[in-house]
């Protein structure tokens, strides 16, 4: 199946480049471009790509701003992309809230072009999060500033409704762990981590593994700096 990426980035030679990269991929297809977020969303409701490319600084509307009405749309519009968050700093206080919002992960913008490749294809599969070393420093970061006494209380009293193997496999994958890492450690068959993932996601009501790494720690499963 081919994945349909759209571009947003507010300098026109960088989306030339991340375009003509992604585009001499066979699975992937560039269907659309933006230079701001409010033409980015105008785009996505028109051509309804599986990906949005989201630069986080831009002028108009940043991306934060976009992603979140990207994946939080009104009534009457059904299409809710993945957005993967493009940043020029490897730390960025937007990427806290663009996770938060749903965004499905993010990449630096200096990466290798292998990296863009795979990351455009990892979140438009679902299946695991981005650049491991950076995600777990941003959001060990988020989680100290911690969450209100409210938004803990709510996640923890969510966790009521998983069973303990899911709890585990939820501890695992806010630990960065990808689905052969979980299978090995709870000696389990591949497919059976990802049933597992499947059903958490389901009962917990979140899009992806992103937003089950922000629930983990906003639920307390995970405690930053804490030991695996």
């Known amino acids: 199946m081919t994945i349909r990426v759209i571009i947003v980035d507010d300098q026109a030679m960088v989306r ?3 375009a003509a990269l992604l585009a001499a991929q066979a699975d992937i297809d560039v269907v ?3 230079p701001d977020g409010r033409q980015a969303i105008d785009v996505s409701r028109r051509v309804r790509p599986d990906v949005v490319l989201m630069d986080v600084r831009m002028p108009e509307m940043d991306g934060l701003a976009a992603a979140r009405e990207l994946l939080n749309p009104p009534v009457g ?8 968050m493009l940043t020029t700093f490897d730390v960025d206080d937007y990427v806290y809230e ?4 749903g965004a499905s992960g993010f990449l630096l913008k200096d990466a290798p072009p292998a990296d863009l490749i795979s ?13 491991p070393s950076v995600t777990r420093r941003l ?16 996640a923890a ?4 409704g998983l069973t303990p193997r899911e709890t585990e496999v939820l501890e695992l994958i806010a ?4 689905n052969q890492e979980i299978a090995g450690r709870l000696v389990l068959a591949e497919q059976t981590v990802k049933t597992h993932i499947g059903r958490v996601l389901a009962k917990l009501d979140l899009r992806d593994r992103a937003q089950a790494v922000i629930f983990a720690y906003e639920a307390g499963v995970v405690v930053p700096g804490e030991s695996p």
């Open 16 to 18: 030339a480049g991340f």
């Open 32 to 34: 659309g471009e933006a």
């Open 77 to 84: 519009v059904a299409h809710v992309p993945k957005v993967l």
């Open 98 to 101: 663009a996770l938060r919002a």
């Open 119 to 131: 990351a455009v294809r990892v979140v438009a599969a679902g299946d695991a999060l981005l650049a």
């Open 139 to 154: 959001i060990a970061d988020f989680a100290r500033q911690g969450p209100s006494g409210a938004a803990r209380s709510g």
């Open 157 to 160: 009293l969510r966790l009521n």
């Open 175 to 178: 630990r960065g762990l990808s």
